[in-house]
């Protein structure tokens, strides 16, 4: 079983930046892509950004020119450089990854989430 653990959440103001840290650990598995989701009061879960294992990536339109999206595969890791942040960028972060098992079998496995306040 794949765990992920999100780190790096936190309180600032707008304008101020954050970096995000997610670790996968576990079992033997290979990590095929790595993202970030978030969920702000009241709302749903929306995709934020993402990053294949071939290095491919994508962000959502919202947080396009501020946030980059980067990955250690060999460290199991992604992370999440928001910059310039705003009030609306407030949310639980989670991370998500896609991967194969030790037996081959493609999974999706979620972090617990951390929490980014930007205040006005």
């Known amino acids: 079983q794949v765990q992920l653990v999100e780190s790096g959440g936190g309180s600032v103001q707008a304008g101020e930046s954050l970096s995000l840290s997610c670790a996968a650990s576990?079992?033997?598995?290979?990590?095929?892509?790595m993202g970030w989701y978030r969920q702000a009061p009241g709302k749903q879960r929306e995709f934020v950004a993402g990053m294949a294992r071939n290095g491919d990536t994508r962000l959502a339109d919202s947080v396009k020119g501020r946030f980059i999206i980067s990955m250690n595969s060999a460290k199991n890791t992604a992370y999440l450089q928001m910059n310039n942040l705003e009030f609306n960028d407030t949310a639980v972060y989670y991370c998500?990854?896609?991967?194969?098992?030790?037996?081959?079998?493609?999974?999706?496995?979620w972090g617990l989430g951390t929490q980014v306040t930007v205040s006005a």
């Open positions: 998500n990854a896609d991967l194969f098992d030790s037996e081959y079998v493609p999974r999706n496995a």
């Open positions: 576990g079992s033997a598995f290979r990590i095929e892509a």
